[in-house]
């Protein structure tokens, strides 16, 4: 089956980095879209940051400057690289990404399964 796997979570302290990412697999040919999504208690679901058609990336103010989105084509996986961490960086991250599976001209929206990030001293 299709699957997004995410890891990279993890315990980081104030102005530290983290880097998660996103692994497709089950038929994948390729990564058509990505983005990340955060969330966190009692907060709606942010949208983090997006990497769409021809590698265009967009960020949340909140984190401009402090992370990156990347595909990797090779490996079917997307990854966020977060530097200079804060405390309101604390959420469960979320990988989605439109998928184009193997034998398909189209492609189809996954989830990840959520991987936990905090930021704490």
């Known amino acids: 089956q299709v699957q997004l796997v995410e890891s990279g979570g993890g315990l980081v302290q104030p102005g530290g980095s983290l880097r998660l990412s996103c692994a497709a697999s089950?038929?994948?040919?390729?990564?058509?879209?990505g983005a990340w999504y955060r969330q966190a208690p009692g907060k709606q679901r942010e949208l983090v940051a997006q990497i769409i058609s021809g590698g265009i990336t967009n960020y949340a103010d909140s984190v401009k400057g402090r992370f990156t989105i990347s595909r990797d084509n090779t490996k079917n996986t997307v990854y966020l690289q977060m530097n200079s961490l804060k405390p309101e960086d604390t959420a469960d991250y979320y990988c989605?990404?439109?998928?184009?599976?193997?034998?398909?001209?189209?492609?189809?929206?996954?989830w990840g399964q959520g991987t936990q990030v905090t930021v704490s001293s």
């Open positions: 989605n990404a439109a998928l184009v599976l193997i034998g398909s001209p189209y492609s189809y929206s996954y």
């Open positions: 089950g038929g994948v040919s390729s990564i058509k879209t």
